[in-house]
């Protein structure tokens, strides 16, 4: 779905720029044509500033969104989740980073899942950055504990995996 929105907007590169950040942030629109985070407002000044592009870009962007049925409900919807990768140090959790060989191959997810419950470790937190959005997408797991040698072994000797990074 992501490429087919990234699509609607290719005639226009500040407006994709515009949408792919919005994307890849989780952030949405309201009613009232302002980008939000979780229903809290972003002045446009500020996100085009982030972006790199200007206030107007933005706002033709968010009014373009609003006009699009098909787009309208996802971005008016949209939800910003916590990444505790950031924070797992200060947590005490710890952080798992897959680099896939081809983030398009199914499966990915699901063996490096398996690795872990078969070692009986609690999974606190899964993300996968989005191939259609990432030049470089790959998969976060965050566990409770630190992790046995063997663990690490059997991920990094997954078939989908590129790179392990902890």
Partial sequence: MWATILEQFSDSPSQSQVVRYLLENGLGVNERGRVTVNGIEIPATHLSKAIGTDRRVVDATVKRILSMARFRDIFLNMQATPDLSKVAESLGL?????????????????????????????????FVTDPHLSEDPKLVIIVEDSLPSAVYKELRDLDQVRKLIF
Wanted: aromatic share 0%; no cysteine; proline share 3%.
């Fill in 94 to 126: 710890t952080v798992i980073t897959i680099l896939p060989k081809d983030a398009g191959q199914k499966g990915i997810v699901g063996a490096a899942v398996a690795v872990l419950t078969s070692h009986d470790i609690s999974i606190r937190q899964i």
